[in-house]
Every structure is written in C-alpha cells, then in structure tokens.
C-alpha cells in the first residue's frame, strides 16, 4: 500500500475544486464558474485497493492587494512545502505562465492540462509537448467531463513515496464541520449574486451546537465592506439573504446527514480583509 501528499496549485479558475471533487466522486470543495471560490486549502483524501493519496485543493495563485490575500498566498506554499507531488493545473489560455514556487529534489512536479474538451487533439499535442520541457509528466484532462482522471490517478501513483497509510480507510477528509458549513455558504453566495458582492464578503461560523434531540444549531456571520453591499446581500424583504439561508441549508444537511436550524446575519466591517483578529477567526474555522 502506497501513499503520498499531493498539493494542487493553478490559477483561479482553472478547476482545481472540480478536479478534487471528481476524484473523491464526492463534493468536498465549493465550485463556481466564477474564480477565486477557493479561501483556504481543502484536504481531501482519496483511497483505492492500493493507495491512500491525500490532496490538497489551494486558492488560485494571485498578486496579493491585502492580507486576506497574503494569507491565501501563504496557505499555497504551506500546501506545497509539505507535498510529495505537486499538481500544476493549466487550461489552454494559461499554460504559459508559471509560478514562483520552489521544489526541492525529492518533491515530483506533474502538469495538468485541463479542459481539453475545449480544444482540438492537435492543440492539446502541441501544448503538452511544451509542457514536457518543465515538468516530469504532462496529463492532459476534462475533470469536468472526466475525462483521463484513471491516467492522472495511475501517474500519482508512480511516485508515491510511503508505504504506510496516514489515515484511516474510511476518512474523506480531517477538515471540522464548520469549514464545510462555510464552503457550503460560500458556493451559495457565489452562486445567487454578481460579481462584486461575493469577493467582499468574509464568512465566520459563529456557531455550531449539536443537539442530540433537536436540529442543530448553527449561526452564521457574514461580513462585508460597505452598507451598500450589506442591502444587496439581504435583497428586497430579505429574500436574497433567505436563497442563501436556503440552498446553505440544503448542502449542509445533505453532507452532515441530519437535519440543521441555520440562521444568518450580515455585518458591515470595513477593512476587514486587512483585520488581522478576524482573519484568525475565519482560518481557526478551516
């Protein structure tokens, strides 16, 4: 039995969440089509006959513009320090760029080309034969569609370097009920409103109270910069913020299997991509 850490970076957007969903055949990250959906890195942990491979989901890399950001930034080479094997996940309009990450000898480098159900086989020839010149393996992919994930699996493998397993058999994930509660709100707010409100909002899951004879209870603190992005997450009546309250709801009974009260609030907190306190909070929770 083989087993191994692999850390999967890439640019926002390129489908790294829909990557490590596909491969758990289980919804671990929250996805989007927009990019950016992905805060801090998500643990997921893949087991078959002859392997246990842990993945790591990171944020997309990106300049840093607060320390939200630096954070997330941080995350990423945290991720990677501590990977066997790193995944540097690419699609046709960025598979030119790289990143300033440094590997050390024994650590694998795999390039994965992603969407190529977007492209033509001669496009996807010429792009991997590039690929090969800076990394040990090119894969080409759809995690979408997926499309080669065996091939992808079967590649990891072969540089697996322990022979014991780290977690037990039946474990997806060592995340807390409470990074799932905020991913889950996360992919709602993603989901239901424009492009503006869902990067300024910071999610702080205030509370979780299992209550063996009730539902639980969860409250939920959702944090924006302005009042004017405050009215556009309530919407009129408060119905908005109520989709939210409802499709949250919806995943997070469906992954806990049990039934939950969830109650959310929006709090208007200037500068709070730079506060230092609350930043703590929302990464004690992850």
């Known amino acids: 039995m083989k087993s191994g850490y692999v850390s999967i970076i890439g640019k926002p ?3 790294k969440s829909t990557l490590l969903n596909q491969l758990l055949k289980f919804k671990l990250s929250a996805v989007s089509h927009k ?6 890195s998500i643990q997921g942990i893949y087991m078959d006959d002859d392997s246990q491979i842990i993945f790591y989901d990171t944020p997309g890399f990106l300049k840093t513009k607060n320390m939200l950001e630096e954070w997330m930034l941080r995350d990423i080479k945290e ?3 501590s990977a066997d094997i790193v995944l540097f996940l690419f699609e046709e309009r960025n598979y030119k760029e790289r990143f300033e990450i440094n590997l050390s000898p024994n650590q694998h480098s795999i390039a994965v080309l992603n969407k190529i159900d977007r ?10 034969k590039e690929l090969k010149e800076s990394f040990e393996d090119v894969i080409l992919i759809s995690a979408l569609n997926n499309m080669n994930l065996d091939i992808l699996v079967n590649t990891i493998k072969k540089y697996l370097p322990h022979d014991n397993l780290f977690y037990p058999e039946d474990i997806i994930t060592e995340k807390p009920e409470r990074f799932f509660v905020s991913e889950f709100v996360r992919q709602s707010i993603f989901e239901i409103y424009g492009d503006e409100v869902p990067y300024s909002t910071g999610i702080i899951v205030d509370e979780f109270t299992e209550k063996p004879d ?15 992005q405050k009215g556009i997450l309530i919407g009129e009546k408060g119905r908005a913020l109520k989709e939210v309250g409802v499709r949250s709801r919806r995943m997070i009974e469906e992954f806990l299997g049990r039934d939950v009260f969830l109650e959310i609030f929006v709090k208007v907190e200037k500068g709070w991509k730079d506060n230092k306190g609350l930043l703590k909070r929302m990464w004690e929770q992850t």
């Open 13 to 15: 957007n390129t489908g």
């Open 35 to 40: 990019a950016q959906t992905t805060r801090a």
């Open 79 to 81: 991720s990677v320090k």
């Open 119 to 128: 492209i033509s086989a001669q496009e996807g020839e010429i792009i991997e």
């Open 214 to 228: 009730r539902k639980d209870y969860i409250r939920v603190k959702l944090l924006v910069e302005r009042d004017s």
